[in-house]
């Protein structure tokens, strides 16, 4: 059983800059793919960026050129640099681990899953 716990969000003015952090109670996350998705009130939980064990690397068109994700394998920690945040980018960010190591869009092939970190950009 992998636990995943996500910190760093919160409050920013358009333009701004966040970094997400997504820590795993395993080591054996090093061999999984970590995504980050988001959910805004109203919407679906979609996939943002995922990064494979390889640190291959997937993302949503409406973030490209301004997400970054990356992982630190020595401390189970996968991070998402946000810069450049626009208005629609505010909602609820999850950090989510698949041990199958493949990149999903659905939320449904991950198995574990953090409590999420509400990131809010002012506009």
């Known amino acids: 059983q992998v636990q995943l716990v996500e910190s760093g969000g919160g409050l920013v003015q358009a333009g701004g800059s966040l970094r997400l952090s997504c820590a795993a109670s395993a080591r054996t996350v090093s061999s999984y793919t970590v995504a980050w998705f988001r959910q805004a009130p109203g919407k679906e939980r979609e996939a943002v960026a995922q990064i494979s064990a390889g640190a291959s690397t997937y993302y949503t068109d409406s973030v490209k050129g301004r997400f970054t994700i990356s992982r630190d394998n020595a401390k189970n920690t996968v991070y998402l640099q946000m810069n450049a945040l626009k208005a629609e980018d505010t909602a609820v960010y999850y950090c989510?681990?698949?041990?199958?190591?493949?990149?999903?869009?659905?939320?449904?092939?991950?198995?574990?899953w953090g409590q999420g970190t509400q990131v809010t950009v002012s506009s």
């Open positions: 989510a681990a698949d041990p199958h190591n493949r990149f999903r869009l659905s939320p449904n092939e991950f198995d574990y």
